[in-house]
């Protein structure tokens, strides 16, 4: 038997992760929760069957729809960010295309910026357009565009806090203001900063969504993607929601998607997943506290190398978005930071000369990691699309891991000697 709720509200960010209680008691007290490698699940009776399935009861009736494990993991989420309500999925475009689809009908129109993630750009430019839902791009950086841009068929504002590669970052509370007066829910993709050092709540964000194979998966061990619904949005005002919130309230969004999108897509985590996320979640604070500081070290000796044409990181002081982003995400932004070299052909000399640091895509593994964005996450757009979307040829994106800053540092200074730029240290 854990802490009580009462005790619960009074334990720390750490406290609450780890102490949160199964929804039932393990029948032999293990510590870990069990994986419940189960498809389905036994009932007593039929009317038991009947209740579980058409929701009457919190039964579990098939593992497509909830399972023990995944809820466990949804359960300790809850519990840390303080949200309505937590929907694992099996990865972090299942949370966004399912969180969109809740949403989204025919007609209505996403506001959002051209700095996206690469199959983010193309599941609202392609796959939604397909169905008959328009993307409005504009510079989510200005308040005034942002006003312009929402309209009585606007689902959504949709933004990552800080953008995967422009390492963009807009006022959130701003755009929170603007959303709550023309009643449009605000979405944002919070993967790059963790639950540990950021509270989506606080910055009037409604639905939250994270890969959580990154932070959370403990060293990229599995695939996965969550929807926060913080349950702080009058439902009412939306279309397609109109009707749910008559019955469910603050609760439609939930609903629309427990009860009827997430089932049908099918894309639920897996038990597996969860039980390895759930075991990452608990080292999250001390990985999170290494990885930055590691980070802005190496930024700050990369800075120095006068062949390194410019460091992008928001926790340097001469950022652009640096007063922003320490009174959003604090003083280290995250693990992941890019830099530029003077052409496309340095990049990959300096890449293929890398010995630690790993040539990969995904983002916060255990391991450091590069990738040049233009020719792999960005690689089938256009060079005029890549260019509308600031995804220059010379930029090298790195995921900062948990070896010792002197091992990357040493691993970059040579890479860089051998081939990508002449060597010159201040």
């Not at 209505?108 to 008959?132: D, K, P």
């Not at 603007?178 to 540990?196: E, G, R, S």
Request: hydrophobic share 40%; charged share 20%.
């Amino acid at each position: 038997m854990g802490p009580s709720q009462s005790n619960m509200d009074e334990l720390s960010f750490n406290g609450k992760l780890l102490h949160t209680d199964y929804a039932k008691p393990d029948a032999y007290n293990a510590l870990s929760m069990p994986v419940y490698n189960s498809a389905a699940y036994e009932f007593e009776s039929a009317e038991q069957m009947e209740s579980a399935f058409t929701g009457k009861t919190p039964e579990f009736a098939y593992s497509r729809i909830s399972n023990p494990t995944v809820q466990y993991f949804e359960d300790r989420v809850k519990t840390i960010t303080g949200a309505y309500s937590v929907t694992a999925l099996n990865s972090g475009m299942a949370a966004i295309s399912n969180a969109i689809i809740t949403l989204a009908h025919s007609g209505c129109n996403i506001v959002t910026s051209r700095h996206l993630f690469g199959n983010t750009y193309s599941f609202f430019t392609a796959t939604m357009a397909t169905f008959g839902v328009e993307t409005r791009f504009c510079d989510l950086t200005s308040p005034d565009q942002v006003d312009a841009a929402i309209d009585k068929n606007t689902c959504a504002v949709f933004l990552e806090i800080i953008t995967n590669p422009q390492m963009e970052v807009a006022d959130l509370k701003k755009i929170s203001a603007i959303c709550t007066q023309k009643n449009v829910p605000l979405i944002a993709d919070t993967t790059i900063i963790p639950f540990c050092a950021f509270n989506a709540k606080d910055f009037g964000i409604n639905i939250e969504i994270v890969s959580s194979t990154k932070y959370i998966s403990g060293g990229a061990t599995s695939l996965g993607g969550l929807i926060m619904d913080y349950g702080n949005f009058n439902w009412m005002s939306s279309p397609k929601l109109h009707g749910m919130a008559k019955e469910f309230g603050e609760g439609a969004f939930t609903a629309k998607l427990r009860k009827e999108i997430h089932r049908n897509l099918g894309a639920y985590m897996t038990p597996q997943a969860a039980y390895m996320q759930t075991l990452g979640l608990e080292t999250l604070t001390l990985r999170y506290e290494k990885a930055t500081k590691t980070c802005f070290e190496l930024v700050k000796s990369l800075k120095k190398i006068h062949g390194v044409a410019s460091v992008n990181y928001n926790g340097l002081p001469e950022n652009k978005y640096y007063e922003l982003s320490k009174t959003q995400f604090g003083d280290r932004p995250g693990a992941m930071f890019t830099f530029d070299l003077t052409s496309r052909e340095a990049c990959f000399r300096f890449m293929n000369k890398l010995n630690i640091v790993k040539r990969a895509t995904n983002l916060f593994d255990n391991k450091s990691l590069a990738i040049h964005p233009a020719s792999t996450i960005f690689g089938n757009f256009t060079p005029e699309v890549r260019n509308t979307m600031h995804v220059s040829d010379k930029t090298i994106r790195i995921s900062v891991g948990l070896e010792e800053m002197e091992d990357l540092l040493a691993d970059f200074l040579q890479a860089l000697s051998k081939g990508a730029c002449p060597l010159v240290i201040n």
